[in-house]
């Protein structure tokens, strides 16, 4: 059985980041290991949470499993909130670093335009960083235009802008790069991905559906890990996450007492777990 550690908060409402992350995994058929960089009430687009940060529990828990003899065939990062757990985090994967494992960082920071509540373009480019050490990122167009520090290319682009971004992104030492939130046509949403060891470019959309919700990233960046654990390539994988993520929504916007604040992934997961079977 394979097993990976993601390594990012607890928002205890909002179904985000490790409320997220797993069950997500663990539906896959995947050990989750799991780090939490600290606790919050809820996720921060609500108003007033409260925040207990974990960092000084970060090495601790990783030497603690160097001693035991533990490893991993991935390390996941999401959301991290200070430079000090950037520089935690960047130390773990050299530690728990192997030929084989897999190493994907979702820089966790920015959408619609805007840093998330108390993030800077200093930390930006720190989490830049980060992400040249990983073998797969996933930001969404605002994250990769802080992070390329170009102004945010709204929903105004080209498929060669799109592709611009990407190589300029795998120029931060990354060998796959999956952008999300991609749109070329009004009723299409999906990502677009670039390999830079085979230089080679590649898409996939589904349908764009009027509602848009917290959380989604998380979602798609969990069952793409998850996918790929379960020996998807990597474009098998955003197949399975882009439609896994549609579904998510389509369960959400079916439900009549949904939530404001995330996805009803819990509903679609029989289709995820479903669609592992054809990889
Ligand atoms: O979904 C990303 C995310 C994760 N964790 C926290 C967040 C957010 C997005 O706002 O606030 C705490």
Redesign the pocket.
């Known amino acids: 059985m394979k097993r990976i550690v993601t390594i ?2 607890i ?1 205890c409402i ?1 179904k ?2 490790l409320t997220v992350a797993l069950p997500i995994i663990s539906a896959c058929g995947v050990e989750t290991a799991v780090i939490p960089t600290a606790v ?1 009430s809820t ?3 609500f108003q007033g949470f409260t925040f207990r940060d974990l960092t000084e529990e970060i090495t601790p828990i990783s030497e603690h499993w160097k001693k035991e003899g533990i490893g991993f065939d991935a390390i996941y990062t ?2 991290l909130g200070s430079f000090e757990q950037l520089e935690l985090v960047s130390r773990l994967i050299d530690q728990f670093k192997t030929e084989d494992n897999l190493i994907i960082v979702d820089p ?1 920071m920015a959408d619609n335009g805007a840093l ?1 509540p108390g993030f800077t373009q200093e930390f930006v480019a720190e989490m830049a960083k980060l992400c040249g050490k990983a073998d797969v990122i996933v930001p969404n167009l605002t994250e990769a235009s802080y992070m390329l520090q170009i102004p945010y290319v709204g929903e105004e682009y080209s498929e060669e802008n799109i592709k611009e971004m990407l190589v300029s992104l795998s120029q931060l030492g990354t060998k796959k790069v999956v952008l999300t939130g991609v749109s070329f046509a009004p009723d299409q949403l999906g990502v677009m991905a670039y390999d830079a060891e085979q230089k080679r470019f590649f898409r996939y959309f589904n349908e764009k559906l009027s509602a848009s919700f ?2 989604t ?2 979602v798609f960046a969990s069952a793409m890990t998850g996918a790929m654990m379960n020996n998807c390539s990597l474009e098998q994988a955003l197949e399975v996450a882009v439609d896994y993520t549609v579904e998510s929504i389509r369960k959400t916007m079916e439900d009549p007492e949904h939530r404001w604040y995330g996805v009803n992934f819990e509903r679609a997961i029989p289709m995820l777990v479903e669609r592992l079977n054809h990889c």
């Open positions: 990012q908060d928002s909002g985000c980041s919050l996720h921060t687009a999401g959301y966790v998330y917290h959380g990233g998380d």
